[in-house]
Nanobody, 128 residues
Framework: QVQVTESGGGSVQAGGSLRLSCTAS????????MGWFRQAPGKEREFVAA????????VYGDSVKGRATISRDNDKSMVYLQVNNLKPEDTAVYYC?????????????????????WGKGTLVTVSS
């Protein structure tokens, strides 16, 4: 059974930075795409970033492009999301997700599909 767990959320002042971490257990971590999504209060879930198994292919959502960096350490079974220059509108629950079947996920019109295993989320609050 695949288990996805996020950590690193918290409260940050606008202009600051935050690094979120995520681990996925229960299978060979290095074979699968990993991604981050977020959901702000009263809004739909939004794609943030995704990284392929090797780290060579990365996609960012428009809302964080230029401010975020996704990375992974396959030896540690970890994926990270660093967001800089945080804004109050970045306030959301951030979710880590893992690809369901290797090679099955894809990016299409601003969203990422095929990430079937989800963590419970970690709250990021950005104050002005």
């Amino acid at each position: 059974q695949v288990q996805v767990t996020e950590s690193g959320g918290g409260s940050v002042q606008a202009g600051g930075s935050l690094r979120l971490s995520c681990t996925a257990s229960g299978r060979t971590f290095s074979r699968y795409v990993m991604g981050w999504f977020r959901q702000a209060p009263g809004k739909e879930r939004e794609f943030v970033a995704a990284i392929n198994w090797s780290g060579a292919s990365i996609v960012y959502g428009d809302s964080v492009k230029g401010r975020a960096t996704i990375s992974r350490d396959n030896d540690k079974s970890m994926v990270y999301l660093q967001v800089n220059n945080l804004k109050p509108e970045d306030t959301a629950v951030y979710y880590c997700a893992a690809e369901g079947n290797a090679g099955s996920s894809y990016y299409y019109q601003g969203n990422y599909y095929g990430l079937d295993y989800w963590g419970k989320g970690t709250l990021v609050t950005v104050s002005s």
